[in-house]
């Protein structure tokens, strides 16, 4: 069994910060990439930022110069986020690519969420 387990979100005023962690536990062999995606009431799911195993990362437009996303070690992954705006507010979701051992295939797995509101 896999579990991604997210901490740091939280209520701030805009222009304030956060950090968001993302840990992952259980059967694990080996994770490729990490990332975070959000989902904000009545909009889909989007991508806020990946980083994968190798370090190289990519962010969505909305955030770039903004947000940071960093590997902490092979089964953590944090995102700061700086100068944070109303619109960011949103349920944040850790993401990995995993498999279980060296047959399997990689999977996705998905953390529960963790609330970002943003107030103006």
């Known amino acids: 069994q896999v579990q991604l387990v997210e901490s740091g979100g939280g209520l701030v005023q805009a222009g304030g910060s956060l950090r968001l962690s993302c840990a992952a536990s259980g059967s694990i062999f080996s994770i490729s990439a990490m990332g975070w995606y959000r989902q904000a009431p009545g909009n889909q799911r989007e991508l806020v930022a990946v980083i994968t195993s190798g370090g190289s990362t990519n962010y969505a437009d909305s955030v770039k110069g903004r947000f940071t996303i960093s590997r902490d070690n092979t089964k953590m992954v944090s995102l700061q986020m700086n100068s944070l705006k109303p619109d960011d507010t949103a349920v944040y979701y850790c993401?990995?690519?995993?498999?279980?051992?060296?047959?399997?295939?990689?999977?996705?797995?998905w953390g529960q969420g963790t609330q970002v509101t943003v107030s103006s």
């Open positions: 993401s990995a690519k995993i498999r279980q051992s060296r047959i399997d295939l990689y999977r996705d797995y």
